[in-house]
């Protein structure tokens, strides 16, 4: 008999031939997962060397010590028999070995239990993804419709919701936000004043400090820092609340009443953020200013008065309008991605968070898309 052999660690097979049409699959050593397996293809593969087998054997005289690693090598072997259909004598086999190959064949793998590994191509895999997002964009437009037609009944007083609720939602918006706005736009305006006093010191221009940082807050800074944190702040909050009332049956009762969800849920917290998120972002450019002049008075050590007129004659009314215009629009973007992601919501707990989370993904790109559409329109226009 011819035999070959491959080794792995501890564990040994070898395959011979009985006969010409009977293949031995000799088992010999230690059988751990630790010491790794052999691939079942080895035996594929002795399987179609001519003459080519017409049943299979083994001979475990040498086998020694074993655990679940051994059970999966013999199962994808039965496996590759089933496939040929060929028979295979499992005898030879110590008898809690066969015990188990006769529990896993006498129950059927479950249809989609095995996970399918993916060969699809990078094209592929691209052309998916963009699918993806252009379907995304299809939601979030076809949303921003129906609440375009909320806010219609809205204007001519047929809207349906409670008007306690949309005060609690401004509160949250506005006032319960001053906070975090104050810290992070005031750190906004101490870093643009750093990096552009350490460039314009080298040309003794260190006051136009407070033109730099005076007009990218009112025109840019002000509102996208103001939008980005209240889309991790409000529009997750928004995506969670409508998440978690989806979960417990909520939006399905108000529909079985025959209350519009989202004229009763949506409209309100659309409209409070439409609302306050201008008073924010003015807010927040002043926070700003105020942070170029800390760094003003104490590092380029010019007088506060000076570096607030300077500033003054910097910005112009345009430059703050187009701001708050900015900032409104990026409003309207958080809250609908928000509640849109709210509806969307699977009815799990943990897709509670899943929701909250693309809430705030969703905000913070089209509110970037937004602003490199503004600055192309605006550059267009002049203003």
Not at 117 to 134: C, D, K, M, P
Not at 285 to 294: E, I, Q, R, S
């Amino acid at each position: 008999m011819q035999a070959q052999k491959q080794t792995q660690r501890n564990n040994e097979i070898t395959f011979a031939r009985a006969d010409k049409s009977t293949l031995v699959v000799r088992l010999a050593g230690d059988w751990h997962l630790r010491h790794g397996l052999p691939s079942p293809d080895s035996v594929e593969k002795e399987l179609d060397k001519e003459p080519k087998p017409t049943r299979l054997t083994f001979d475990a005289a040498d086998l020694h010590d074993w655990d679940s690693g051994l059970l999966t090598f013999l199962i994808g072997i039965s496996e590759i028999c089933h496939k040929r259909k060929l028979p295979a004598d499992w005898a030879p086999l110590p008898e809690g070995v066969r015990s188990l190959i006769q529990l896993a064949e006498a129950v059927p793998e479950k249809t989609g239990a095995r996970a399918e590994v993916s060969h699809t191509s990078f094209i592929e895999e691209l052309g998916r993804e963009a699918i993806s997002y252009a379907q995304g964009l299809d939601d979030f437009l076809r949303f921003l419709g129906e609440v375009a037609i909320a806010f219609t009944k809205l204007a001519v007083g047929k809207a349906r919701f409670r008007r306690v609720d949309l005060m609690m939602v401004i509160q949250d918006c506005g006032a319960s936000a001053f906070g975090i706005v104050t810290l992070v736009t005031f750190l906004v305006g101490v870093i643009l004043a750093f990096m552009g006093a350490v460039q314009l010191q080298q040309f003794g221009a260190a006051i136009y400090v407070a033109d730099l940082v005076g007009i990218a807050m009112s025109r840019d800074m002000g509102a996208m820092m103001t939008a980005i944190i209240m889309a991790g702040r409000t529009g997750a909050a928004f995506a969670a609340q409508l998440g978690s009332m989806k979960v417990t049956q909520e939006i399905d009762a108000l529909t079985t009443m025959g209350v519009s969800p989202l004229e009763f849920l949506v409209l309100p917290r659309v409209l409070a953020l439409f609302l306050m998120i201008p008073l924010l972002c003015v807010y927040a450019d002043c926070m700003g200013v105020l942070g170029g002049a800390f760094v003003g008075v104490t590092m380029l050590h010019v007088t506060l008065g000076t570096y607030i007129r300077e500033t003054i004659h910097a910005v112009t009314l345009g430059d703050i309008l187009g701001g708050v215009f900015k900032a409104s629009i990026y409003g309207i973007i958080i809250a609908v991605a928000g509640c849109l992601r709210g509806f969307q919501c699977g009815n799990s707990s943990s897709a509670v968070g899943d929701a909250a989370t693309e809430a705030v993904v969703t905000g913070v790109v089209y509110v970037i898309v937004a602003c490199g559409m503004f600055a192309f329109i605006f550059n267009v226009l002049g203003i």
